[in-house]
C-alpha cells in the first residue's frame, strides 16, 4: 500500500474505478471485483475484510456498475457502520448506506408505518430493564440485580430466534440454556412482559426487526417499494446472525442473489443472543453458485501471535473449528507472546500496570494498548491500578465520543468560530492552532490534568479533537476552520470518532472488531476463561473462540496472564485456563491416555554418521507407541501427566538463549522447546540418558551435554559453549542446520526447528 496523504486518517481519494483496487492483495481484489450472483467472503482475524468489503462497493460505484443509493451494507454495531461510511465516503463512494440491522429496520419502519398500520410508530423503550422488573413484580416474584439482568437476556433471546413464551421452557432444555431462574417462571415474566408493552402503546429493539419482518410480510407493497430501493445488500460479521435477522434479510432480498456476506466462524461470541454461525456455514448449500473467497493473509499481527492464534484453534472442536481458516502473517518477526503468574490479582494489576507504564516510556501510545478481561467487573483493579501508575485510561462501551457534552459544546463554539474566520485577528493562524484557542477556554491545555476522573475524561475528549486537527491540517494544509468543522459533522453523521488517547479497558466481546499494538489479556484462570457457566462442549468452544478474539486484537506486543487468587493472602488454589495448556511453557494438554507405566522409549545409532535411525518410542507414561514428532521428542503422549521440573526449565531456557546469542544462531538450533521440556521432565543423570532424547545427537552432546548434566545436577553450566563456538566452522562444512526462509522471521512449525534437531 502506498501513502498518498501525510497521514492515513485523511487519504486522498483515488482518482478513477482502477485506482480503488489499488494494494489490494489478489483474494481481496478477487473479493472487490466480484460484483455479481452471491458473494461468501471467509475472512480471519486482521485479513483486511473491511478493506475487502469497501473497496468492493466503492469499485462497483466507481465503475457505474452499482448506483449509491441501491446499495445496503449492514454490520452489527454502530460504530462499525460508522467506520464503513467514513471508508466509503473517503473512496468516493459517500451515497451509500451503511448501517447496522436495528437501524435500518427502524427508518423503514418509520418510513412505511403511516401506510401500513396508520398513525405514528409506538415510542422505542430503549432500556427495557425496568419493564422487566415490573413484569416481574406483577407476577409477584422478586427478582435480584442479577437475575433481572439475565431474565432480560432470556427475552432478548426468545425474541431473535422467534420463541414464544409458551415454548420457552421446552426451547431452553433442547438448547442447554443456563437459565436465571424457574423456566416457567421466565415464561410467565416475558408474557406479561409484552402485555405491558402493549397496555403502554411502547415497542423494543427485538420489535424493531420483528414488525419489519411483518410489514414485509403482509404489504407486498412496501416489500416491493423496498426492493427497489435497495438491489444490493452485503452483510458484515455474518456469523453473528440470528434467525430473525436472516429472516429480515430474506425479506429484502425477495429471491434475489445479489448479497454478499462476509465472516469468519472462529470468531463467533454471541451465540448467548440467538447469533449463529450456520447460515455462514451453510451459504454455499443454500447458493450453489456462490462465489467463495478465504482471506487468511494477516496484516495486523506478527508471526507469533498469529502462531499462538493458530494453535489455539488448532485445539478447538466442533462445527465452527472443522471449517478454521489458518492465518499466515504478513509482518515482520516481533515479540514472543509473555506468559506471566501472580499471586493475587492486585498484584496482576500493578504488574501490568508496570508493564504498561514501560511501554509508554518507550514511545507506545496509551490509545494503542489494551487491557482485556472477561467479565466488566474485572475492571476497577485496573482503573485503580492505572490510576495509581498516572497512566490515563478509557472504558470501552462508555458514552459516545460525539454525544459526549463536552464534545457538543466544542463543537458549537468551532462552529461559531469558523463563522467569525474573517476576523483580521486570526489572519495567519493555522486550523490547529484555532481550535487550540477556542478549546483552551474549555478546559484544553497542552498538558494533562494530574490524576484521573471526570475532568481528565473532558481533557482527553478536547486533545482528540486537537490531534485530529493537526492530522486534518497536515493532509490538507490550504483547508481552512470551516472546513475542518464539515468534517466533524460528517464524522458526527458517520459515528466516525476520532483516537482518545488512553489506554483501553475492555471485555473480550466488546473487542471484537478493534486491534491495538499491545494487549494485554488478564484474569486468565478456570471458571473466568472458560466462565464457570460454559458447561457443554459448545459452550466451552465458544469460549476458547473468546480468547482468539483477544488474542487476534494484538500487532506485535502480546501478554497473557492469571492470578493464583482473587486477593492477597488468599489460598492460591487457582489454576490458569485450560486453553493454555500444550501453548504456555513449560504446559502440556490436560487428560491422561492412561496410567501404565510404560517402558522409556530408546533410539538406534545409525552405522555411517548420519542421522539418528529411530525404533518404536513408547510413551514412558502410559506406553502408546508414539508416531507424532512432537510426542517422540517429549517421549510421551501430548495429553499424559507431565512431571515437568518448571525450575530447571526456566534455567535451561535461560541458558540457551545465552548459547544462542554466542553462535549467532536462532534459540531453535541448541535445542527446541520440546527437547527442553523432555529434558527438563526426564533430568537425565548421565550421558545415556541424555542421549536417549530425541533431539539429543552426538554434535549436540558434544557441544552442549556437559553443560546440560550440569544444570540438571543444579550446578552452573562450565565452558561447553567455548568449544561448541570452536566447532561450527566444522559444523558448517558438514551441512548446517536448517534456516528460516527469511532472515529474522521464525520458522514454521515442523520445517527447519525440525530440521535443527536431527
Known amino acids: 500500500m502506498t501513502a498518498t496523504t501525510h497521514h492515513s486518517l485523511f487519504p486522498a481519494m483515488p482518482d478513477s474505478a482502477d485506482a480503488v483496487l489499488d494494494g489490494l492483495d489478489p483474494e481481496q481484489r478477487a473479493v472487490a471485483t466480484a460484483l455479481h450472483g452471491p ?105 435480584d440485580r442479577n437475575e433481572l439482568r439475565d431474565v432480560t437476556g432470556e427475552i432478548e433471546w426468545c425474541k431473535v430466534t422467534q420463541t414464544v413464551p409458551e415454548e420457552y421452557p421446552a426451547a431452553a432444555a433442547k438448547t442447554g440454556r443456563d437459565v436465571p431462574r424457574d423456566p416457567a417462571e421466565v415464561a410467565r415474566i416475558y408474557t406479561t412482559y409484552e402485555q405491558l408493552k402493549r397496555d403502554r402503546g411502547v415497542i423494543d429493539f427485538e420489535d424493531v426487526l420483528l414488525l419489519t419482518v411483518g410489514v414485509l410480510q403482509d404489504r407486498p407493497d412496501v416489500a416491493d417499494a423496498v426492493r427497489s430501493q435497495y438491489q444490493h445488500f452485503v452483510v458484515d460479521e455474518y456469523q453473528d ?21 462476509v465472516g469468519d466462524a472462529s470468531q463467533t461470541i454471541y451465540s448467548f443472543t440467538g447469533a449463529t454461525p450456520d447460515f455462514l456455514l451453510g451459504f454455499r448449500g443454500r447458493h450453489p453458485d456462490a ?16 502462531g499462538l492464534a493458530n494453535g489455539l484453534l488448532g485445539k478447538a472442536r ?101 463563522r467569525a474566520s474573517a476576523d483580521p485577528d486570526d489572519a495567519g493562524q493555522t486550523v490547529p492552532q484555532q481550535v487550540r484557542d477556542v478549546l483552551s477556554s474549555r478546559g484544553w491545555a497542552s498538558e494533562p490534568p494530574a490524576g484521573s476522573g471526570a475532568v481528565r475524561d473532558r481533557w482527553e475528549s478536547l486533545a482528540a479533537l486537537v490531534r485530529l486537527s493537526e492530522d486534518f491540517a497536515a493532509a490538507r494544509p490550504a483547508a481552512t476552520l470551516a472546513d475542518f468543522v464539515g468534517e466533524l459533522d460528517e464524522r458526527a453523521n458517520a459515528q466516525h470518532a476520532p483516537t482518545v488517547e488512553g489506554v483501553t479497558l475492555a471485555s473480550l466481546h466488546a473487542a471484537k472488531g478493534l486491534e491495538w499494538d499491545a494487549v494485554f489479556l488478564v484474569g486468565l484462570t478456570e471458571g473466568t476463561l472458560p466462565i464457570t457457566y460454559a458447561k457443554t462442549d459448545e459452550q466451552v468452544e465458544e469460549e476458547r473462540r473468546l480468547l482468539y478474539v483477544g488474542v487476534t486484537r494484538a500487532r506485535f506486543h502480546l501478554t497473557l496472564s492469571w492470578a493464583l487468587s482473587r486477593s492477597p493472602g488468599g489460598r492460591g488454589g487457582r489454576r490458569p485456563s485450560r486453553f493454555l495448556d500444550g501453548l504456555r511453557p513449560g504446559s502440556a494438554p490436560r487428560g491422561a491416555r492412561g496410567t501404565a507405566a510404560g517402558g522409556s522409549g530408546g533410539a538406534e545409532r545409525g552405522q555411517g554418521g548420519g542421522r539418528k535411525r529411530r525404533g518404536p518410542v513408547q510413551c514412558r507414561v502410559c506406553g502408546r507407541t508414539l508416531s507424532e514428532a512432537g510426542e517422540i521428542k517429549l517421549m510421551r503422549c501430548e495429553d499424559c501427566p507431565s512431571d515437568l521440573d518448571e525450575g530447571l526449565y526456566e534455567r535451561l531456557r535461560v541458558w540457551r538463549g545465552e548459547q544462542a546469542k554466542l553462535l549467532g544462531q536462532p534459540a531453535y538450533c541448541v535445542f527446541t522447546d520440546k527437547t527442553l521440556l523432555a529434558i527438563a521432565e526426564v533430568q537425565p543423570s548421565d550421558q545415556a540418558e541424555l542421549t536417549s532424547i530425541a533431539g539429543v545427537g552426538a554434535r549436540k552432546l558434544d557441544k552442549f551435554g556437559a553443560d546440560v548434566l550440569a544444570l540438571v545436577a543444579g550446578a552452573e553450566p562450565g565452558a561447553a559453549a567455548a568449544s561448541g563456538a570452536s566447532g561450527e566452522a566444522e559444523d558448517a562444512q558438514a551441512g548446517p542446520p536448517a534456516e528460516p526462509a527469511a532472515a529474522g522471521l521464525a520458522a514454521p512449525a515442523g520445517s527447519s526447528e525440525e530440521e535443527a534437531e536431527k
Open 39 to 143: 458473494v461468501c467472503v471467509l475472512a480471519g482475524a486482521g485479513t483486511g475484510k473491511t478493506r475487502a468489503i469497501t473497496h468492493r462497493i466503492a469499485y462497483g460505484v466507481r465503475a457505474g456498475i452499482l448506483q449509491p443509493s441501491t446499495v445496503l451494507a449492514v454490520t452489527f454495531t454502530a460504530r462499525a457502520a460508522g467506520e464503513m461510511r467514513g471508508r466509503l465516503r473517503q473512496l468516493g463512494a459517500g451515497g451509500v448506506q451503511a448501517r447496522t440491522f436495528h437501524s435500518a429496520a427502524l427508518r423503514q419502519l418509520q418510513y412505511f408505518w403511516p401506510r401500513a398500520v396508520g398513525g405514528e410508530l409506538p415510542r422505542l423503550v430503549e432500556r427495557k430493564v425496568q419493564l422487566v422488573a415490573e413484569a416481574g413484580a406483577r407476577c409477584r416474584i422478586r427478582l
Open 241 to 261: 446472525v440470528s434467525p430473525l435477522q436472516q429472516r429480515l434479510l430474506d425479506l429484502w432480498l425477495g429471491g434475489r442473489n445479489n448479497l454478499c456476506v
Open 291 to 306: 462465489t467463495v473467497v478465504k482471506l487468511v493473509r494477516d496484516y495486523r499481527s506478527t508471526p507469533q501471535v498469529v
Open 318 to 418: 466442533g462445527q465452527a473449528a472443522a471449517h478454521r481458516l489458518e492465518l499466515v502473517s504478513q509482518r515482520e518477526s516481533g515479540p514472543e507472546p509473555a506468559y506471566t503468574e501472580y499471586a493475587d490479582e492486585p498484584a496482576e494489576a500493578e504488574g501490568a500496570a508496570r508493564r504498561i507504564k514501560q511501554l509508554i516510556d518507550s514511545g507506545v501510545r496509551p490509545s494503542e494498548i489494551a487491557v482485556l478481561y472477561r467479565i466488566n467487573a474485572q475492571s476497577e483493579v485496573y482503573e485503580q491500578a492505572l490510576a495509581d501508575a498516572g497512566v490515563p485510561y478509557q472504558l470501552r462501551g462508555a458514552e459516545r465520543f460525539f454525544e459526549r457534552p463536552e464534545v457538543r459544546e466544542a463543537g458549537m463554539l468551532l462552529r461559531g468560530a469558523a
